[in-house]
Each structure stands twice: as C-alpha cells, then as structure tokens.
C-alpha cells in the first residue's frame, strides 16, 4: 500500500510524454527588405551648384558693329561666351547666373546704354550649361515697355528656366528639394514680403537659396 502510495506521487510528478507533449514555441519570421526607400535621401547624397554673379551677353544698344560682343558672337557662335567655364558648369548638377541683357529683336531707343542683344543671343546661355536665372535685374524693365516680355519670350525659346524678383523656383536632385528665392535688392524694399518668401521656400524644400540682385 505504501509503495503504491509513493507509485502515484512519483507519477503525479513526472513530466508529460515530451513525445507528444513538448511544443518548441516558432521564432517569428524575419523578412530583410533589399529595396533602398528612394523617397529618402541618402546622408551620402552629393550635388554641385555653380554661381555666375551678373551676366551681359550682349552690346550697349544691341550694336553689332566691329568688335562688339554682338558680332563677336556672330563670328564665333553662341558657345564662346562661356567657352572657358564649360567644363565646369556642364559637369555640375545646376548653374545660377542672373541675367543683365535684354533679348529682342527690337529697335534700342538712343538714349539707353542697355546690354541688348537679338533673341536667338538666348541661346548663349543654353550653350554654356546655364540652367536658371534670375531676371530680378531692373534694367530688364527700362529698356522698352516689352523689353522684358521680350526677353522671357526669348529665354523660354531656349528652354532656360529663369524668375522675376519676389518668386520661388523649385529644383529637385537626387531626391532633395531646392529652391531659389529670386529677390531685387535695389527696389523699395519690402522685409516683411521677402521674409515671408523665404518661410514659404524653407517650408517646401530642403535647401534654400536666396539669390539678390543689388545691394551688398
């Protein structure tokens, strides 16, 4: 009786059939995704910007005499203007430059002394690897009523992307966004306006550039 007694307390102890019993819990599946997230920039992200400070492609009154760079450029083409700088500026990722000449095809007044150049002079800025300017400059609107109509009608033949003072310009590389705040520094300033641009920008893009014609 005794040992049947020790019989039944060994047996309440024992473990359960590890055979049938025994359930080794599953490891969670792991999945590693190969697939970069594109909408992510890298830290290791690079892009080159160049800045040309003011650009005048053309001759006081859109002369074309002997020794201007109007008929420099009818003798040479479009790409000498800025034949020493195109190894560099069509191997960055976005050339600024701010344009100073008035492309039109029509008469200068006589008692302007504007750079004023024909309209396929345009073209200069498409062979140099110029990607945007600013037409802030206000000589752009002293020329002629259309002066600067006349010019935008010019670049826009050229596939140049340009802005007037007070707009942003949207760029993106590489998955990073960059704008350009095209402002005159010589007019009747309005700080408020300005600063509110640029808040606009800051909100939109990763990168902001302000970029001013006039002014120190």
């Known amino acids: 009786s005794t040992l049947e007694s020790d019989s039944d307390s060994v047996q309440d102890t024992m473990p359960p059939d590890t055979d049938a019993a025994t359930q080794y819990p599953e490891e969670p599946e792991t999945q590693e995704s190969t697939v970069p997230d594109t909408d992510v920039p890298s830290p290791d992200t690079s892009f080159v910007l160049t800045f040309l400070g003011e650009c005048s492609p053309g001759s006081p009154l859109g002369t074309s005499s002997f020794g201007s760079l109007n008929a420099l450029t009818n003798e040479q083409g479009t790409g000498y203007y800025f ?16 344009n100073s000449c008035i492309f039109t095809d029509n008469n200068a007044p006589s008692n302007l002394i504007e750079c004023v150049a024909p309209a396929s002079s345009a073209n200069i800025y498409k062979a140099g690897s110029v990607d945007f300017l600013s037409l802030a400059a206000p000589i752009l609107n002293e020329y002629s009523d259309s002066s600067l109509a006349d010019t935008k009608s010019a670049l826009d033949s050229a596939a140049i992307s340009y802005a007037d003072d007070g707009q942003i310009t949207y760029f993106e590389n590489a998955g990073i966004q960059i704008a350009i705040v095209s402002l005159q ?32």
């Open 83 to 98: 034949s020493q700088l195109y190894s560099m500026l069509s191997t960055d990722d976005l050339t600024v430059a701010a």
């Open 185 to 216: 520094l010589t007019r009747n300033l309005n700080t408020a306006n300005d600063v509110s641009l640029i808040q606009t920008a800051k909100a939109a893009a990763e990168y902001v550039i302000v970029y001013f014609w006039g002014g120190d």
